[in-house]
């Protein structure tokens, strides 16, 4: 039988269990601790780096990007749209009504001044012509009868003066003498119908005349609208019918609505090169003949007319070309990019940007604009630095920094800002912010 006292005694096997368990746990809670420094120390010096990095870009002067005035051109191409055109153009229309009797011509048909075209016929105009001569021959009859009636009274009353009043009365000679008046009267009447009569006849005469259609100029047939037998009216109204239409197209004219901007630079004598889309191999050369000398209020355009020499018929009337004018200039102008740009109360201003990196703000005046680049007539040297795209904000003599041509190697684990056009420092410390809370 077992004594109390070693019932009481802890069994030697379970005591260390409890022991070891501790010290388990504490080595494993000391492993946590060290991976959580290991892990959490490395990002704190990041976060830190990425702060003070923040912090400098903030402190840095605005990133801005510069460019330099270029000089234009001393030509400038000024291409503008036109529509070739006949020097002279014409419709040919009938004088006398009638029927075609013969056409000789057709389209495409080249003629010369005089050449005989058509004939009409018009047998009324003959019958009128024939009524006409007739009537005029009938007066004419008339008058030398009414002459020989004159001839008979002066006779008449010369008789009766010479016998005295003794032999005839007052009364008598007083009607002789009205009978000689009244002869002279109808003989002057028939002169005058006579006249109109001879007149008819040779209005029947031109435009029995009018039978024979001939061309007025050289040119090319463009238009034919009748065939023979067909019924002819006279006159050029809107319910008549044109015969044909007659072009001249060794020469042809271009008409070209030249903007305001560009008018002062246009004159006679001046030349111009038209293009064919058609044929791009080949510039027809023309010139200035005539400008209209006034703009047009509601286009705001000079209309100006080219001559083109057309010898070989090259180019076709009617068709759609291009003009364009070189325009000289003895100084030229500066150019910038359109994004220099700044337009406010103040005016149009481009930003100056000095050797030290002062920004100042320059008033200029502009010329044509290109949109990509605009004219500065002054207000800038050629030597400026001008910034482009600048952020706004800036005051004058704020101090900027040019952005570099390549962007600067980043340092090994940060994220480097790249300036952007228009960029600021608030922009770039945002930027590092969002790297350093996506890391």
Do not use: C
């Not at 930003?351 to 007539?377: F, S």
Request: without cysteine; aromatic residues 4%; hydrophobic residues 40%.
């Amino acid at each position: 039988m077992s004594s109390p006292d070693a019932a009481a005694e802890p069994h030697p096997a379970s005591h260390p269990r409890p022991r070891s368990r501790r010290l388990l746990l504490a080595a494993a809670g000391g492993l946590l601790v060290v991976l959580y420094l290991l892990g959490l120390l490395p990002r704190l010096a990041r976060w830190h780096q990425l702060d003070r990095h923040a912090q400098a870009v903030r402190d840095a002067p605005p990133v801005v990007t510069t460019t330099q005035p270029q000089r234009a051109a001393a030509v400038v191409d000024v291409p503008l749209p036109g529509t070739t055109e006949p020097i002279l153009v014409t419709s040919i229309f009938a004088r006398t009504d009638g029927y075609l009797e013969v056409r000789y011509v057709d389209i495409g048909d080249r003629v010369t001044a005089g050449q005989l075209l058509a004939v009409i016929d018009t047998p009324e105009v003959d019958q009128q012509l024939s009524q006409a001569q007739a009537t005029l021959a009938q007066w004419q009859a008339n008058v030398v009868k009414l002459q020989a009636d004159l001839e008979l009274a002066g006779s008449t009353l010369r008789r009766y003066i010479a016998a005295g009043v003794g032999s005839v009365s007052k009364q008598q000679i007083d009607e002789r003498t009205s009978a000689v008046t009244d002869a002279e009267k109808a003989v002057d009447a028939g002169k005058a119908t006579v006249n109109a009569n001879q007149a008819n006849v040779d209005r029947l005469h031109e435009l029995q005349g009018f039978q024979r259609v001939y061309a007025p100029f050289d040119g090319i047939i463009t238009v034919r609208n009748v065939d023979p037998g067909a019924l002819i009216s006279a006159g050029s109204t809107t319910g008549t019918t044109e015969l044909f239409r007659l072009a001249q197209v060794d020469t042809l004219r271009i008409f070209v609505w030249v903007p305001q901007s560009y008018a002062a630079d246009v004159h006679v004598g001046q030349d111009a090169d038209v293009t064919l889309r058609e044929r791009p191999e080949r510039v027809f050369h023309g010139t200035v003949s005539r400008t209209a000398g006034a703009i047009d209020p509601s286009s705001r355009t000079l209309r100006t007319e080219v001559l083109v020499p057309n010898q070989d018929g090259a180019l076709l009337s009617g068709a759609y070309v291009t003009v364009h004018f070189k325009i000289q200039r003895s100084n030229p102008p500066l150019l910038i990019p359109g994004t220099a740009l700044l337009v406010g109360t103040d005016g149009v201003r481009v930003a100056v940007v000095d050797a030290d990196g002062t920004l100042h703000y320059r008033p200029i005046k502009i010329g044509r604009d290109y949109g990509a680049q605009v004219e500065v007539l002054a207000g800038i040297v050629s030597s400026d630095v001008i910034a482009s795209n600048l952020p706004g904000g800036l005051v004058e003599g704020t101090r900027v920094r040019v952005a570099e041509a390549a962007a600067a190697t980043p340092s090994p684990g940060v994220a480097e800002p790249t300036p952007t056009s228009g960029g600021n420092s608030a922009a770039n410390a945002a930027g590092t912010r969002e790297a350093r809370d996506g890391s």
